[in-house]
């Protein structure tokens, strides 16, 4: 091999090989700076009213509404793929303008929660606490007119936080954006006796059009008007570490930001900011956006979904929510099983 770059033999100027460090698997290997692994991973499940239910949801392939008694089966499978956390959304059979089934003891999530710790003491159970999805109107709270009263949400948020503490729930994840929630929440599990009882909040949460698909999953479409009086506006950035801020002020343990692959930047921010737990939310607009891109074979859906999840590790994320959850946890122990990483499937040789 030639080591000049001209006729006359002159020396090349001296300059660093960074491709040292890429010319193997191996050594990319051993000097990567992030992994991701199943462990990284919290799983949402959509919990449904009735019997023998597993309903597939069609913005969102291999995603399904589960009723209780299907649960054990779900559960194993996460279990044996090393995934260690699910969240609960609920799907009550009945809605009612004060989102009474929200906080009800024998409501779908708290039933839930009770068949997952018999099944499983060991997995981590996280309920996402909101009213979208017991309301008839479909907003996150108590209606005043035609807007979502901010303190009147406040207890009924309390109260749903402390019936799933009571069910069983490891951690409690309020989704709602009212401002106070995470302090009265916190308050509430206090006096109860669930001192213990971490708070993981969406403290920054955007009004994203990244969550279509999440309106079919939890049948919560607002049946009117929109939720950016209370979420985050997506131009904002500065707003969100304010939002971090006070929410961890008031009590939270850990965060989330959400969306998560459109808000890397946010992600980035806060941890650079803020020394706690972080977690992504990979939400669902993201993953339909893969899967039918995959589905018209214009991507490689394992490749992809693999390097997004990458994304939001490297940006600082802590644990990710996401659908893929099940699908990476193979792919990841696949490639370890292999050593894909040194051996290069044929397609991506010529990829560019």
């Known amino acids: 091999m030639s080591h000049t770059f001209s006729d006359d033999q002159q020396p090349l100027p001296k300059f660093h090989r960074m491709r040292r460090r890429r010319s193997s698997g191996p050594i990319r290997d051993f000097v990567r700076e992030h992994e991701v692994h199943a462990s990284d991973f919290i799983y949402p499940l959509f919990i449904s009213h009735g019997v023998g239910v597993r309903s597939a949801i069609s913005s969102m392939p291999g995603q399904f509404q589960l009723s209780v008694d299907q649960l054990a089966e779900e559960i194993a499978d996460l279990q044996s793929l090393g995934i260690p956390a699910v969240l609960l959304f609920g799907i009550p059979a009945e809605k009612d303008h004060l989102a009474t089934g929200a906080y009800d003891p024998d409501g779908v999530v708290q039933r839930a929660v009770r068949e997952i710790k018999r099944v499983a003491p060991s997995m981590l159970v996280i309920t996402d606490v909101c009213g979208c999805e017991y309301t008839d109107h479909g907003h996150c709270g108590i209606l005043d007119g035609c807007e979502v009263d901010n303190d009147q949400t406040l207890t009924l948020l309390a109260r749903t936080a402390l019936s799933h503490a009571d069910a069983g729930a490891d951690i409690v994840a309020p989704s709602d954006m009212m401002d106070g929630r995470v302090a009265i929440i916190r308050h509430a599990l206090d006096r109860a006796g669930h001192i213990n009882t971490p708070i993981m909040s969406y403290a920054a949460k955007y009004a994203s059009a990244f969550y279509g698909p999440f309106r079919e999953a939890a049948a919560s479409m607002p049946a009117f008007g929109d939720r950016r009086s209370h979420q985050m506006d997506p131009g904002n950035a500065r707003e969100a570490m304010i939002e971090i801020a006070l929410d961890l002020e008031e009590g939270a343990d850990i965060v989330i930001i959400k969306p998560g692959l459109p808000y890397l930047d946010i992600l980035r921010a806060a941890r650079d900011r803020f020394d706690i737990p972080l977690v992504a939310y990979n939400v669902s607009g993201e993953?339909?956006?893969?899967?039918?891109?995959?589905?018209?074979?214009?991507?490689?859906?394992?490749?992809?979904?693999?390097?997004?999840?990458?994304?939001?590790?490297?940006?600082?994320?802590?644990?990710?929510?996401?659908?893929?959850?099940?699908?990476?946890?193979?792919?990841?122990?696949?490639?370890?099983?292999?050593?894909?990483?040194?051996?290069?499937?044929?397609?991506?040789?010529?990829?560019v």
């Open 287 to 351: 993953f339909a956006m893969v899967k039918a891109a995959a589905q018209l074979g214009w991507i490689d859906e394992r490749r992809v979904a693999l390097e997004a999840l990458l994304a939001m590790k490297r940006a600082g994320a802590s644990r990710i929510i996401t659908y893929h959850a099940k699908d990476a946890a193979r792919w990841l122990a696949e490639n370890n099983a292999t050593g894909s990483h040194a051996s290069p499937r044929p397609d991506e040789l010529t990829a």
